[in-house]
């Protein structure tokens, strides 16, 4: 099993240089991956949290860490695609593809908060259509030496876009979410799936319905990486109600934490996202020591 980790970019730490700092500490610790969160406006429940506390943003903070870091994959848990343009988000990420050596990893989602696409002005009724738009837009402009895209919202063709990603046939994209609509997204256009805060009994059992329906669609899902992340409470309680709802596991108990794990394993998890879930940068410290130390051994 592969073990990420979350760089608290979505915590309000008011220096950036503490965020920016747990991106080698976590390749010098062992870890596979090192994962960032998007959201634009501080409202819902990222206002109940922050108020008006740093969020800081997800592509720029990978950016910097592909310069800081060598091997770490550098992922995203997830970027709401809704929110953003498909063809900067395309030449963005190819940059940062290019730039990293080959080692982004987009976890994209269509996105749950109402407030936040309000503010936006972005009908919350056609998400799913914008996401599934924005990834085949993506992967035309990364793969087709002369993309061409139609539909209602997207007129191009007899153009050329670089620079292309490293990584071929394109960068991975990983489907978050386990709505019908995101296992259908991830069956049919996905690289991975990779849903945050399903229990591993519910993992496990999504993912046959994800092996099923890529079946289906003529697809061969052992091509398909499984991916999860998990909350880790940093105190040992949810730290908010919506947290509570979500599955966790606890970071005060080693024990605990090894039989949490493996419960994903067992479900098929091969690459685990741990999600500190605190903005204390001494006991996010410390629980990525613990675990590099006492707790991914196990699984090594």
């Known amino acids: 099993m592969k073990f990420g980790v979350t760089i608290p970019n979505n915590w309000g730490i008011e220096d950036p240089q503490q965020v920016l700092a747990f991106g080698p500490l976590a390749e010098e610790l062992g870890y596979d991956s090192v994962w960032v969160m998007d959201h634009l406006f501080n409202n819902g429940y990222i206002r109940e949290r922050l108020d008006g506390k740093p969020y800081y943003n997800p592509l720029a903070t990978l950016s910097y860490l592909s ?88 007129n191009f063709t007899d153009l050329k876009f670089s620079p292309k990603p490293v990584q071929k046939p394109h960068i991975p994209i990983w489907v978050g979410g386990a709505s019908p609509g995101a ?38 899902p052992d091509s398909l990486t499984w991916s999860a ?51 204390e940068v001494p006991r996010i410290t410390e629980l990525m020591e613990t675990i590099a130390q006492r707790v991914i051994p196990e699984f090594r």
């Open 67 to 154: 310069a800081t870091t060598k091997k770490v994959l550098l992922g995203t848990s997830v970027l709401v695609l809704p929110y953003h343009n498909p063809i900067e988000l395309a030449k963005y990420t190819a940059t940062l593809d290019q730039i990293s050596g080959g080692r982004v990893t987009l976890g994209v989602g269509v996105g749950a908060m109402t407030e936040e696409f309000n503010a936006l002005g972005i009908p919350m009724k056609q998400r799913g259509s914008l996401t599934n738009e924005c990834i085949a837009i993506m992967k035309e402009l990364w793969t087709n030496e002369d993309p061409s895209f139609h539909s209602r919202r997207w």
């Open 229 to 279: 992340r998990v909350e880790v409470e940093a105190h040992g309680a949810p730290s908010s109600d919506r947290a509570a709802g979500r599955a966790r596991i606890s970071g005060g108990d080693v024990n605990q934490m090894i039989a949490g794990i493996a419960a994903y394993q067992t479900a098929g998890v091969e690459h685990i996202v741990l999600a500190l879930n605190t903005g």
């Open 183 to 220: 296992l259908k997204r991830a069956a049919t256009m996905g690289d991975g799936w990779h849903p945050s805060g399903v229990a591993a009994e519910n993992y496990s059992i999504s993912r046959r319905e994800i092996q099923e329906l890529a079946m289906a669609a003529g697809r061969n």
